[in-house]
T-cell receptor, first 117, second 114 residues
Framework: AQKVTQAQTEISVVEKEDVTLDCVYETRDTTYYLFWYKQPPSGELVFLIRRNSFDEQNEISGRYSWNFQKSTSSFNFTITASQVVDSAVYFCALSEGSGGSNYKLTFGKGTLLTVNP | DGGITQSPKYLFRKEGQNVTLSCEQNLNHDAMYWYRQDPGQGLRLIYY???????QKGDIAEGYSVSREKKESFPLTVTSAQKNPTAFYLCASSILAGGPDTQYFGPGTRLTVL
């Protein structure tokens, strides 16, 4: 069975600090996909990134970067120079890519990030 | 503007009443999903549908029902059999291209049972 663990329940930082959100996953599949979503106070989940298990290249998008390491089953998310607008709950999710279950997203419990001015 | 709409944003229900949550998408996506979110928890899958007139149970389908009569619509009914229905409900949709495609979410409906 697939599982996603986000061990950090809450993180509080001061604006302009860098912050890393951890995500550890478990799966028996060799083909799988990892996602990060942002949930601002309004409630809607906003898609941030999707990576497949064959692509371990790190990715950078503006102030956001992701570090995917299969050896440690981790897909960590770093925000550089955090801003108040980054305050939200961030979810990591996993979808297996084989069989009939590739519809299923398994979510972690989320990390509440608060960026203080 | 393409997107997913959910209505209403807030919904109050008396115990013992059925209530239907609306979800509509104009993204021409094939698959649609319903999730439930409880405070401090991740999302859990209730039902999903990959094609019109067909749907499958997710992890927590008991006490819920759905229909998929049109590609763009996937309403969720919370029945009186659902023991703890107070939660935030999120609808999502995705294309189907042979692999796990990105699911895009609507703004959610917050249901409170009085």
């Amino acid at each position: 069975a697939q599982k996603v663990t986000q061990a950090q329940t809450e993180i509080s930082v001061v604006e302009k600090e860098d912050v890393t959100l951890d995500c550890v996953y478990e799966t028996r599949d060799t083909t799988y996909y990892l996602f990060w979503y942002k949930q601002p106070p309004s409630g809607e989940l906003v898609f941030l990134i999707r990576r497949n298990s064959f692509d371990e290249q790190n990715e950078i998008s503006g102030r956001y970067s992701w570090n995917f390491q299969k050896s440690t089953s981790s897909f960590n998310f770093t925000i550089t120079a955090s801003q108040v607008v980054d305050s939200a709950v961030y979810f990591c999710a996993l979808s297996e890519g084989s069989g009939g279950s590739n519809y299923k997203l398994t979510f972690g419990k989320g990390t509440l990030l608060t960026v203080n001015p | 503007d393409g997107g997913i709409t959910q209505s209403p944003k807030y919904l109050f229900r008396k115990e013992g009443q059925n209530v239907t949550l609306s979800c509509e998408q104009n993204l021409n996506h094939d698959a649609m999903y319903w999730y439930r979110q409880d405070p401090g928890q991740g999302l859990r899958l209730i039902y999903y549908s990959q094609i019109v007139n067909d749907f499958q149970k997710g992890d927590i389908a008991e006490g819920y029902s759905v229909s998929r009569e049109k590609k763009e619509s996937f309403p969720l009914t919370v029945t009186s059999a659902q023991k703890n229905p107070t939660a935030f409900y999120l609808c999502a949709s995705s294309i189907l291209a042979g692999g796990p495609d990105t699911q895009y979410f609507g703004p959610g409906t917050r249901l409170t049972v009085l």
